[in-house]
């Protein structure tokens, strides 16, 4: 039997390769310049725009920006439209969820993750309870109200009045790429979202770095609750997603979610 030749990696695969093994004098010249090419930079102007493109990608965005239509609304509000309201109802119709990595619960009932195939067609979505997920199970919800319940009260307020959505003053959240808050870190403002982690570099440089996607283990959340996205904003939250409530620390999220998150409204 013949043996298949591996694949050369790519310009900017040998680059990055290099830079993660501390190996950077071995990066040259035309190494770069392929790399570069590879990414359709040909000139000045070409590196230019890359490279602002590159920094919008990795500044946060305001959640009023994102949703302007829900900046009326109080953050309650807001999140519980965000999750359950037309247009999520409209996207579930259609969707066939793919199975949890762990059992869930939903009400008072155990289901297998095969068994989330009972709920294609509803708006699924898991919330973060943290002696449920120590006994290997997940909570789901399903209830607009339901959810509200419990992200109801996780906001800082301001007087004694509703809190609206657009951004206000509040402590925000912190990021780990290891379990026990080890690794690289990402700041994440007050009202704030990542909608796009592949965009958002966790080390190196902009052209050859790593992403923070996929590569967040632990958390600390600030004044107000964190939705977890498995899927990149588009610009809804789509597939899999959780809510940890404010003011909590997770030393490591768990099997479910451990490197998968890829978007974070906070």
């Not at 093994?21 to 000045?44: C, F, P, Y």
């Not at 439209?81 to 939903?106: I, M, T, W």
């Not at 770095?209 to 959340?221: E, F, K, M, P, V």
Request: one cysteine or more; charged letters at 20%.
């Amino acid at each position: 039997m013949k043996n298949t030749p591996a694949m050369k990696a790519s310009p900017t695969e040998q680059v990055r390769q290099l830079i993660q093994g501390t190996k950077e004098n071995e990066i040259s010249r035309e190494l770069v310049l392929d790399s570069l090419r590879e990414k359709g930079i040909h000139d000045l102007n070409d590196f230019i725009a890359q490279s602002i493109k590159a920094r919008n990608a990795n500044q946060a965005r305001t959640v009023a920006e994102i949703f302007p239509e829900l900046k009326d609304r109080t953050y309650e509000d807001a999140m519980v439209e965000l999750l359950f309201g037309k247009k999520a109802q409209s996207d579930a119709r259609n969707c066939s969820y793919a199975e949890p990595r762990l059992p869930f619960v939903h009400g008072n009932s155990h289901y297998k993750p095969s068994e989330i195939s009972r709920f294609n067609g509803k708006v699924v979505h898991y919330v973060w309870d943290s002696e449920m997920v120590g006994n290997g199970f997940l909570k789901a919800v399903t209830d607009p109200a339901e959810y509200r319940e419990f992200v109801n009260g996780s906001t800082t307020r301001l007087g004694n009045g509703p809190e609206p959505f657009n951004h206000v003053p509040g402590a925000g959240h912190t990021f780990y790429q290891h379990i026990n808050f080890g690794g690289y870190v990402l700041n994440l403002g007050y009202r704030h979202a990542f909608p796009d982690l592949t965009g958002v570099t966790m080390s190196g440089f902009w052209f050859w770095a790593t992403s923070w996607n996929d590569q967040i283990s632990s958390l600390r959340t600030g004044s107000g609750p964190v939705i977890l996205g498995a899927n990149i904003m588009n610009p809804y939250l789509t597939g899999p997603t959780t809510t940890v409530q404010a003011n909590t620390s997770i030393p490591w999220i768990g099997q479910a979610w451990n490197d998968r998150v890829s978007a974070i409204l906070g």
